[in-house]
């Protein structure tokens, strides 16, 4: 840890020195953003990540950027950039991400637009390349890869000493059994990653070129896919592979795949569909929601959690909508979701799973909707209400029946 200290030390005097040189001559004009796929950050020296200290993993803060998306077959391939924040310079050495895309279906006869997440029950999987089992008796099992409701792409799973039934003459622990995605390091901090799932096998999820596409990552991990955690120790003794919570990494990148073209503005910035609730909006009163909730702090991004939180998620909490309306409802929530009774298109939700409704104060009138909806298209709730977001909090009303 000392020579990280050192090291930023120096970076931070060097920045300086250059910023009050640059304040001498400056024309007070700011350099033009740079072009999709290639506006990636400048970085001052690299950070190797596998040769990180559990100081390090809590010192560290990963920023970054994605950089380009496409989906030139199959598998979409997206770039990223890393970087320290303090320092400034690109970490290397990754090798694990959370990797998820959805697709976006257009509102449609009084409904809201709402994401479909391709990596979901029926997509088919990459084939372990050899049987093998784990567990002996009743609790062996097959090692193969499942889905059974919105996820992150699988990363690679490894034959190990456990397998059974698996010639490890042919495949020796430590090879690959399930193939996962893939990871280009570039060594400068940028890294090119293929996902190892088809998007377009899943027949309940209809591959769309010419939709609006979200792809996001996320950076929690210095560990290896498949392989048992090894990495600094922590204080207690404990394998420590994971940066510190309030630090993980959370990116998202809209574009449309038959073009290639990252969803932009009027203005040609860069912009998000269905931006309606920030994360910054959420850190007004939870501080930082990576400190809240499932998850290991893992997705500090509410560009993430509607991709998951959909309505073919049948376990945890479900569908976005209606699980946030409903915690922040509280105690003024008029029926309990697991007794809901009523004929709107509202998603009941397994009560108990991680909040206990009807049991949260709100510190504030709960009709001040602006509170949270800051983003671009946050006035949807009033200039295009639904039956599904307003059951989420009025739920005891049957819309079809009008009472």
């Avoid at 994605?66 to 199959?74: N, Q, V």
């Avoid at 029950?121 to 049987?131: R, T, Y």
């Avoid at 909508?321 to 008029?334: A, D």
């Avoid at 599904?388 to 029946?401: E, M, R, T």
């Amino acid at each position: 840890m000392q020579h990280l200290l050192s090291r930023r030390i120096s970076l931070l005097l060097a920045t300086a020195a250059a910023a009050l040189m640059l304040n001498a001559c400056s024309d007070g004009k700011n350099g033009a953003d740079g072009t999709n796929g290639t506006n990636a950050v400048k970085t001052t020296g690299t950070l190797d990540a596998s040769t990180f200290t559990n100081d390090d993993l809590n010192n560290v803060i990963p920023t970054g950027k994605i950089l380009s998306a496409s989906i030139p077959g199959k598998n979409p391939v997206v770039k990223i950039q890393v970087v320290d924040k303090v320092s400034g310079g690109g970490i290397t050495g990754l090798k694990t991400f959370g990797l998820h895309i959805a697709r976006l279906v257009p509102e449609a006869n009084g409904s809201s637009s709402y994401w479909v997440n391709y990596i979901d029950k029926g997509i088919s999987l990459p084939a372990p390349l050899a049987f093998a089992t784990t567990g002996t008796g009743s609790s062996m099992k097959a090692v193969t890869g499942a889905i059974t409701k919105p996820s992150a792409d699988p990363g690679t799973t490894l034959v190990t000493s456990s397998s059974v039934g698996i010639d490890l003459t042919a495949h020796p622990v430590g090879s690959v059994l399930i193939p996962g995605y893939t990871v280009v390091d570039n060594g400068d901090g940028t890294y090119t990653i293929t996902f190892g799932s088809d998007i377009t096998s899943n027949a309940n999820a209809p591959y769309d070129a010419t939709a609006i596409h979200r792809i996001g990552v996320t950076v929690a991990s210095i560990a290896t896919p498949g392989v048992t955690a090894t990495g600094p120790l922590t204080a207690a003794g404990v394998v420590n592979t994971s940066f510190l919570a309030q630090n993980r990494l959370a990116m998202a990148y809209d574009f449309i795949p038959a073009t290639g073209a990252m969803l932009t503005d009027s203005n040609g910035k860069q912009a998000f569909a269905r931006d309606i609730v920030t994360t910054e909006a959420c850190n007004q009163c939870h501080d930082k929601i990576a400190d809240i909730g499932g998850h290991q702090a893992a997705r500090p991004n509410t560009q993430l959690c509607v991709m998951c939180h959909t309505s073919t998620n049948t376990s945890g909490e479900g569908e976005f909508v209606t699980f946030i309306h409903r915690i922040h409802m509280g105690e003024e929530l008029p029926a309990m979701p697991q007794t809901e009774a009523v004929a709107n298109p509202t998603k009941p939700l397994p009560h108990g799973a991680l909040v206990t409704y009807k049991e949260q104060t709100y510190p504030q009138d709960i009709r001040n909707c602006n509170q949270c909806h800051k983003g671009v298209d946050g006035a949807n709730w009033q200039a295009k209400p639904t039956r599904k977001n307003c059951g989420s909090c009025h739920n005891d009303i049957n819309f079809a029946a009008g009472t």
